[in-house]
């Protein structure tokens, strides 16, 4: 089975800096796409950032970028030039790209960063 | 084209009674994902259903936890004899299908179940 983990609870960060989130995941299949989740205090879960796993490039979004390394099975969130709307819980996520039967597969969920901006 | 709604958003139940959440796709989308979000946690799949089909309930417990989304009308969750412990927030997502494209689950804004 495949699982997902963020080992940071918590990262803090100086408005207008730069914050690296962690995840690490594991899986024994060669394709899937992996993700990264915004939920603000609104509890919405907002598409951030996603990478297929077969594209070599590291995807980039606006102000966020991922380094994925797959053979370490890592797939790091960068967020440039911090802003206070950044503030939420951050998860990273895994759903396979195997199609069973027309199933396109679930997403499986880390347990997240809890990102505070400080102004 | 509205998003996924779901409805309540906040559900207040005492232990033993029932719980219904429902979950409207996004027009177009046929296929539905429910997860469950307890606190402090990150998201647990727990069912994947297609019009009149389970298609994936491995993540449902046994017991108490049925879910069905027919032709018409919103996908259900169904919590029957609540314990303090379904208190979570659920939240659904809906996609469409199309074969061998990537397909995006599109969220909803959550229910909030609290079970005295």
């Known amino acids: 089975a495949q699982t997902v983990t963020q080992s940071q609870p918590e990262m803090s960060v100086q408005e207008a800096e730069t914050v690296t989130l962690s995840c690490t995941y594991d899986?024994?299949?060669?394709?899937?796409?992996l993700f990264w989740y915004k939920q603000p205090p609104s509890r919405q879960m907002i598409l951030v950032i996603r990478q297929e796993a077969y594209k070599q490039q590291n995807a980039t979004e606006n102000r966020f970028s991922v380094n994925f390394q797959k053979a370490a099975k890592s797939f790091s969130l960068k967020i440039s030039d911090s802003q206070l709307g950044d503030a939420a819980m951050y998860f990273c996520a895994y759903r396979s790209a195997m199609n069973y039967g027309g199933s396109q597969g679930n997403l499986i969920f880390g347990k997240g960063t809890k990102l505070s901006v400080k102004p | 084209n509205a998003g996924v709604m779901q409805n309540p958003r906040h559900l207040v139940r005492r232990r033993g009674q029932e719980a219904r959440l429902r979950c409207s796709p996004m027009?177009?989308?046929?296929?539905v994902y429910w997860y469950r979000q307890l606190p402090e946690e990150g998201l647990k799949f727990m069912v994947y259903l297609q019009k009149e089909n389970i298609i994936d309930e491995s993540g449902m417990p046994k017991e108490r936890f049925s879910a069905e989304f027919p032709k018409e009308g919103p996908s259900i969750l169904r919590i029957q004899q609540v314990v303090r412990g379904d208190s979570a927030a659920y939240f659904c997502?809906?996609?469409?299908?199309?074969?061998?494209?990537?397909?995006?689950?599109?969220f909803g804004p959550g229910t909030r179940l609290t079970v005295l």
């Open positions: 027009k177009g989308h046929s296929h």
């Open positions: 899986t024994s299949e060669s394709d899937y796409y």
């Open positions: 997502a809906s996609s469409p299908f199309t074969w061998g494209r990537y397909n995006e689950q599109f």
